[in-house]
């Protein structure tokens, strides 16, 4: 299709996502990775990480011949006419981006397209702070190239909006498409990759053209307000559960107002995840490097912190002393329908729990493995709801799987000890909880009777 080729530096959840939406709109498409095994599955049809309904959309597209993996970072590139970069940008200790991964895989665009002819893009995807495209990136593609950006190669910003757990549906269904473009040329060239793309209500995804820098700032600045609008939620919650008021109740009245919408406004435990936690730090960072103060972003940053305590204080005013008892808990990704634990808040609440002399059967239909690594507490990590729940003292959710939100009452009332809920997600009705007998208390509901 129009001649382009792709190639993808990074296989993570933006990376490979991103690359089958490629794929699937007919652009041949080559993902690289830094462990050979990834690659090796992936020529298979196994992605890395769970994902839903990624590994079927990846395995056809692998058997189509339209994609496919390499641990040769200078062969994709060779490969291809446009490459985005999609490697991480974890934070280092100061909150800023790490940008190692950007350099390094600039460098081998520029090593890549040194001697190769004609006109190659460079887009990056990764979320990198304004400034970094056009400051980091393009004087390394220039030195190891030996070629000029706008001439010789095209160089933009195409920031991602993928939500995880939803990663399929948002890269092949975006609700708009961002290109910062360095020359109007590579602008082309990536709307014409995007051109066929539809929303979810098979209309057109507008495509907005912007300076660069913007594009790397609209990026941080959607997820710092979408992280805000949590805490927003979250510190209602706090008020409401004072006046016995159902802070969802609260929250969807909030959300039919048409300039705010209801999307983000669920309490809960707190916003954790590969992307909030690291993007609000970031730009924190940099604001206090440029001299710009920020006292909303600090304050979503330190109510993100102290949401977990809370959710531990509700969970001893139902139980009380926390010695001794056991504790199943349901859900150690930071969301459901994703095995991601970076920032879950499983972890600072059961290391709370464990603090408090209290013991934890621990149930994920796909996290596990992930979380394991995080601690040495002596967790015991179930196979099953069931295991979970046998003879446990009470049950605690922290992320609310479809398995997890189905749980019937009367299966509690028969595993627990006591039929007693306490919901970090609101994932059940607590009123038909109520009436099946179980004792529901949660983040913005700790008072009804």
């Not at 390394?140 to 190239?145: A, G, Q, T, W």
């Not at 983000?264 to 992307?275: D, Q, Y």
């Not at 959710?311 to 002393?321: A, C, Q």
Request: hydrophobic share 40%.
């Amino acid at each position: 299709m129009d001649g382009i080729r792709i190639s993808v530096l990074g296989m993570g959840y933006v990376g490979l996502a991103g690359g089958m939406g490629y794929a699937k709109h007919g652009f041949k498409t080559i993902v690289t990775a830094t462990t050979p095994s990834k690659v090796e599955n992936l020529n298979k049809g196994i992605p890395p990480f769970y994902e839903p309904e990624l590994e079927g959309l990846v395995r056809t597209e692998v058997n189509r011949g339209m994609l496919s993996a390499t641990l040769n970072n200078l062969e994709a590139i060779r490969q291809s006419n446009v490459t985005f970069i999609c490697v991480g940008t974890p934070s280092l200790p100061d909150g800023s981006a790490d940008l190692g991964a950007v350099e390094a895989v600039a460098k081998d665009i520029g090593i890549a397209i040194r001697d190769k002819d004609g006109y190659h893009v460079v887009a990056t995807k990764s979320t990198v702070v304004p400034g970094t495209t056009e400051n980091l990136v393009l004087p390394i593609v220039e030195k190891y190239s030996g070629k000029k950006a706008g001439k010789d190669f095209g160089l933009v910003m195409n920031p991602e909006f993928l939500r995880q757990g939803q990663a399929v549906h948002d890269s092949l269904y975006p609700d708009r498409i961002v290109i910062g473009e360095h020359d109007a040329k590579a602008g082309e060239v990536i709307h014409k990759i995007y051109r066929d793309y539809k929303n979810d209500k098979e209309e057109p995804v507008p495509i907005l053209h912007v300076e660069i820098k913007a594009a790397e700032l609209i990026k941080y600045a959607a997820n710092s307000l979408l992280a805000t609008k949590i805490t927003f939620a979250n510190e209602f919650s706090r008020i409401c559960e004072e006046f016995n008021i159902d802070v969802y109740e609260v929250m969807k009245g909030v959300g039919l107002d048409f300039r705010i919408n209801p999307m983000f406004l669920n309490a809960g435990c707190g916003f954790g995840g590969s992307c909030f936690p690291k993007d609000v730090n970031a730009i924190v960072a940099l604001a206090k490097k440029i001299g710009v103060e920020t006292p909303l972003m600090d304050a979503v940053l330190y109510t993100n912190d102290i949401q977990p305590m809370h959710f531990i204080d509700i969970i001893k005013e139902t139980v009380g002393n926390l010695k001794g008892k056991t504790v199943a808990f349901l859900g150690l990704s930071f969301k459901p329908d994703t095995d991601d634990t970076r920032a879950t808040r499983a972890l600072p609440i059961i290391e709370k729990l464990y603090e408090e002399g209290a013991m934890v059967k621990a149930y994920d239909p796909k996290a596990y493995y992930k979380f394991k690594p995080l601690t040495d507490l002596p967790i015991g990590y179930m196979d099953t709801i069931e295991e979970a729940l046998k003879d446990a003292d009470f049950a605690v959710v922290q992320s609310d799987w479809q398995e997890i939100r189905e749980i019937e009452p009367e299966t509690l009332k028969r595993l627990l000890k006591k039929p007693i809920v306490i919901d970090g997600r609101r994932s059940y009705d607590p009123e038909r909880l109520k009436k099946a007998g179980v004792v529901y208390k949660g983040v913005g509901w700790k008072n009804r009777e």
